[in-house]
């Protein structure tokens, strides 16, 4: 019975994937050969699999897998869609996303250990961030990816992931360091500079990434994490004060010293003042946007694809334009889902550095989500990361599945508490 009701919630997601393209192929689409035919077969036995295999381990229906099925179908849809070349390849991404989730939630012990060896988990995730800086291949006006041949890597996405870990592990582990006995500074209250040196350390790694890899959305992303969880496990006010005074300072003195971060700030501010060049990409996001309206034009049947990068950065425009309001409000409601029943698990553990972790990887979850559609609608600054499950790539398939057995794991060791 259990099984029965998980899998119920994966088919309707499936059905609208396979609707979805056979709509494509109504419409001239270039088809489906026996090898994608044979991957995406492979990606819906996986997909029920897993639930099958977690709710009978669980003894309950998950909460996280079928979220992340549902934006899995949106993004293999939008791929089609967009770039059919790459929908092979996307197939391929979310078959080895969901291996990778399935394996990390059966070695929840092993890794869960990780936990206390959390200078080697600081020290790799250094490591992680400042390779780009070093051997970094510039593609799209960011330098953030590692280029190995044909194959393109992109270490952030899973520098988040071990950064989540690691402040867990070292704010959990120092808590009362950091909030007892504090000094004041000017109008700030902090711990000994030796305790929160390795904050001020990710607060400057997430300016570098800003400044010297044009990374803005990783940077957004990375500080982000770093704020809301220092500030889950202090509830010091001034942390999150004195990092909202950093960021503003370090980008200010950004915006004085490099040109590249006075042309971002001058596309978000003044768009229309160059649209057919450098600001082609925000203006044409905004055409789309605003072609959608409420219900959209239709799946298949709009123009997204003259926007440049519009099935990495840009994919979250193409949703609002063919399936309108309705459709990019389905989306963010995913996240916002993802995000509740993160804090719900985060607030089942009984160990702080567990309850940490949940609210990290949910924090991760709808700040990246909110960070791209705030860069596509002008909000933000362009950022050029990408919308977790749905964007194409495999880093970041893959690394949003390791967010996901992350919570999976967690979410079962609240479970068995509560049971």
């Given at each position: 019975?259990l099984e029965r009701s998980g899998v119920q919630l994966l088919l309707g997601p499936v059905l ?404």
């Amino acid at each position: 019975m259990l099984e029965r009701s998980g899998v119920q919630l994966l088919l309707g997601p499936v059905l609208a994937l396979a609707c979805g393209l056979g709509a494509l192929m109504l419409r001239h689409w270039p088809g489906i050969d026996s090898t994608v035919l044979a991957l995406l077969a492979a990606v819906v036995v996986f997909m029920l699999g897993t639930e099958i295999f977690l709710s009978h381990r669980f003894r309950r229906t998950v909460k996280f897998f079928p979220i992340a099925v549902f934006l899995s179908c949106i993004g293999l849809l939008m791929t089609a869609r967009l770039v059919p070349a790459l929908f092979k390849m996307q197939l391929c991404w979310v078959l080895v996303g969901i291996v990778v989730f399935t394996s990390v939630v059966m070695a929840r012990k092993k890794v869960l250990a990780l936990l206390d060896y959390q200078y080697s988990l600081g020290a790799l995730c250094l490591i992680l961030l400042i390779l780009p800086l070093l051997f970094g291949t510039e593609i799209g006006g960011s330098r953030n990816w590692i280029a190995l041949g044909s194959i393109t890597i992109q270490p952030s996405e899973f520098g988040k992931i071990v950064l989540i870990l690691f402040l867990a592990a070292y704010l959990a582990d120092h808590r009362q360091v950091l909030t007892e006995n504090l000094r004041r500074f000017f109008l700030f209250e902090t711990a000994p500079l030796r305790f929160i040196a390795p904050l001020l350390l990710i607060w400057g790694m997430a300016m570098l990434m800003f400044v010297i890899a044009r990374d803005l959305g990783s940077a957004l992303l990375f500080f982000g994490i770093a704020v809301f969880m220092t500030y889950m496990a202090t509830g010091s006010k001034s942390y999150v004060a004195a990092a909202m005074l950093f960021f503003t300072a370090a980008s200010a003195v950004s915006y004085m010293l490099f040109s590249h971060v006075r042309v971002r700030v001058a596309i978000w501010l003044h768009p229309w003042q160059d649209p057919s060049g450098m600001a082609y990409q925000v203006v044409q996001s905004l055409f789309a946007i605003g072609t959608g309206g409420i219900w959209g034009v239709g799946y298949a049947h709009g123009n997204p694809d003259i926007i440049p990068a519009v099935h990495t950065d840009f994919v979250f425009s193409a949703i609002a334009e063919e399936l309108g309001f309705l459709g990019m409000t389905a989306v963010l409601l995913g996240y916002l889902f993802l995000f509740y029943y993160a804090i719900q698990t985060a607030l089942l553990q009984t160990r702080l550095v567990y309850t940490l972790i949940a609210a990290g990887c949910g924090t991760a979850f709808i700040l990246q989500a909110f960070i791209i559609a705030a860069g596509v609608t002008k909000f933000l600054p362009l950022t050029g990361i990408t919308l977790p499950f749905i964007s194409y790539g495999g880093s970041s398939m893959i690394a949003s599945f390791l967010m996901l057995a992350l919570l999976t794991i967690l979410e079962k060791e609240g479970n068995e508490r509560v049971g």
